[in-house]
């Protein structure tokens, strides 16, 4: 929900997005007030989560937290994720803890953040750079599954979870 790099192997909880490692580290960061990070393959998930992820997953985080995100907003690049730059850092604290951008409030000045700058990276993302992560399901708690798949994760929960981050 918050960076072009995939294999997305951690979710937040309670709002109901899945994130990458580097995220999942800002997310913790951020206090389990605001972002409660779990991971897909170490953590046994209950049925509540799997619950949430199925109703949110990361087009409806993003079309909520996002609603206002500026046009000339810096997005974070692929590197940035890689490096957990300053910019991965800005932009996640911006979207959640501070809220600057989510439905139902009004766009920030442009003062309140960083102007983009040439990037010495590839460019930011957009919503077509996320490719489907491995589904959680109730009680799960296998190993982890390397190729990315849904390997010792087989309930009804894993199909309608994979498409909430469609939709």
Request: net charge negative.
């Amino acid at each position: 929900a918050d960076c072009p790099l995939h294999g997305l192997t951690w979710i937040s909880i309670n709002i109901g997005a899945f994130v990458c490692l580097p995220c999942s580290g800002i997310h913790r960061n951020l206090g389990v007030h605001i972002s409660k990070v779990r991971s897909i393959s170490m953590d046994a998930l209950n049925d509540d989560w799997v619950d949430n992820m199925e109703r949110w997953g990361n087009a409806r985080v993003n079309a909520e937290w996002q609603a206002n995100l500026p046009k000339d907003y810096p997005l974070p690049s692929a590197a940035d994720a890689d490096n957990q730059t300053a910019v991965l850092d800005r932009f996640i604290r911006d979207k959640y803890e501070k809220q600057l951008f989510k439905k139902g409030g009004k766009p920030p000045p442009s003062s309140t953040y960083l102007k983009p700058q040439a990037k010495a990276t590839s460019g930011g993302w957009d919503d077509d750079d996320w490719d489907a992560a491995p589904a959680p399901t109730r009680g799960a708690s296998g190993g982890s599954n390397p190729a990315g798949g849904n390997q010792g994760m087989g309930s009804s929960a894993v199909g309608a979870v994979g498409a909430a981050l469609g939709g």
